[in-house]
C-alpha cells in the first residue's frame, strides 16, 4: 500500500499544492466578493482553517437567474444558492431559495388556493374578465361581483349568489371566475360539481373517507357547489349530506355560491321527492338556509358553450 507521503509528495511539493488551491480559490469572483465583504473580520488563520469550505463553494453550481424552471434547476442542491456566512469566527455555507424554487412554491400555494371537486379545468382557468357581458343583467351582476369579491378578500360577512338559468349560459365559469379573482388575493375556496361529489361521497363508505370529505367542503372558507338539482336525491342526500353543511355555513356566516338550472322552486320540489315518497317539509328546510346563505340570480344569455 502506498504510503501517505507517497501519494501526496513531499512536503514541498504538498505546500505547492496547498498553495494554488488556495491562490485558485481565493481568485474565484464569488469567493473574492464573500472575503471583501468580510475583510474587517476575516483573517488568514480563519481562511486557511476554512479552506476547505471555500473550496466547496467554489466548486458548487451557482445559477442565480430566474430564466429555469423548479424541475431542470442546474444548482448543486435543487432550488436553492449556495450563501457563504461568518458565525462565531468561522466560514460555512448555507442555502438560500434561488429564484425558481421561489416560483415553484409560490405557483404550488396558489395552486392550493381553489380546492375542487370533478370541475372542468375551463371553470377552474376561468376569469372575471372573461365573461360575457353582451346584456344588462349581465353587466349588473359584474358590478355586483366586484362588490362581493372585495367583501370576502377583506373577510367581510358576505352574502353569496344562487345562480340559475338554461345550460350553457356560463353559470359555472363564473363561478371559477370568483374563485380565481380570490385565489390572486389569496383567500382559499373549494368548488365543486356537486352531482359527482355526491357519487364520491357514497364510494367513501368503503374507505372511511365520506365524513373527512363533508366536513372539508362544510368548513370551506368560500363554498361554490356548482349544478346543485342534477344530483340523484335521496333522503341521505338531502338530510345527511345538505342539510348539515349548509346548516354550519349559515350558523358561521359563511360565503356560499350555487349554479343550478333549476330556479328556487324547482329545485325545492326537487329535493322534496325521493324513492321514498315526498317530504315538503324537509326540502323547505334546505330551501330556507340556501335563501338565507345567498341572494337568487337569473342569469340569462345564449348557450355560449355551441360558440
Known amino acids: 500500500m502506498k504510503s501517505f507521503r507517497h501519494i501526496m509528495g513531499s512536503s514541498e511539493a504538498f505546500e505547492k499544492r496547498i498553495a494554488k488551491i488556495k491562490r485558485d480559490v481565493l481568485q474565484d469572483p464569488d469567493v473574492k ?22 473550496q466547496e463553494y467554489k ?30 469566527n468561522r466560514i460555512k455555507i448555507r442555502y438560500k431559495p434561488c429564484p425558481c424554487k421561489i416560483k415553484h412554491d409560490e405557483a404550488k400555494f396558489y395552486n392550493n388556493m381553489i380546492t375542487s371537486f370533478h370541475m372542468h379545468p375551463d371553470t377552474l382557468n376561468a376569469k372575471i374578465k372573461d365573461i360575457y357581458m353582451n346584456r344588462q343583467n349581465r353587466l349588473k ?25 338554461e345550460f350553457g349560459t356560463g353559470k359555472s365559469f363564473i363561478l371559477g371566475a370568483i374563485a380565481n379573482e380570490l385565489k390572486s388575493n389569496r383567500v382559499p375556496s373549494t368548488i365543486i360539481y356537486v352531482p359527482e361529489f355526491i357519487r364520491t361521497l357514497k364510494s367513501g363508505f368503503k374507505d372511511g373517507s365520506t365524513d373527512r370529505r363533508v366536513k372539508e367542503v362544510r368548513e370551506a372558507p368560500v363554498l361554490f357547489l356548482d349544478d346543485i338539482g342534477a344530483e340523484e336525491i335521496s ?13 354550519y355555513r349559515m350558523i358561521q356566516n359563511l360565503p356560499t355560491f350555487f349554479s343550478s338550472n ?34 337568487a340570480y337569473h342569469l340569462e344569455g345564449e348557450n355560449y358553450r355551441k360558440r
Not at 358590478?143 to 345562480?163: S, W
Open 235 to 247: 333522503p341521505w342526500v338531502r338530510d345527511e349530506v345538505l342539510g348539515p353543511i349548509l346548516h
Open 262 to 295: 333549476l330556479n328556487l322552486e324547482e329545485l325545492e320540489h326537487h329535493l322534496a321527492v325521493t324513492r321514498g315518497g315526498t317530504e315538503v317539509t324537509k326540502a323547505a328546510r334546505i330551501m330556507e338556509r340556501i335563501k338565507t346563505l345567498t341572494k
Open 33 to 54: 466578493r464573500f472575503l471583501e465583504a468580510h475583510q474587517e473580520t476575516l483573517t488568514n488563520r480563519i481562511i486557511d482553517e476554512d479552506l476547505n469550505i471555500l
Open 59 to 88: 466548486d458548487q453550481q451557482k445559477t442565480y437567474d430566474d430564466n429555469h424552471d423548479y424541475e431542470n434547476c442546474p444548482n448543486f442542491v435543487k432550488g436553492h444558492i449556495p450563501e457563504l456566512y461568518l458565525e462565531n
Open 141 to 165: 351582476l359584474a358590478m355586483h361581483l366586484d362588490e362581493m369579491i372585495d367583501q370576502m378578500i377583506a373577510r367581510e360577512p358576505t352574502k353569496g349568489l344562487y345562480l340559475y338559468g
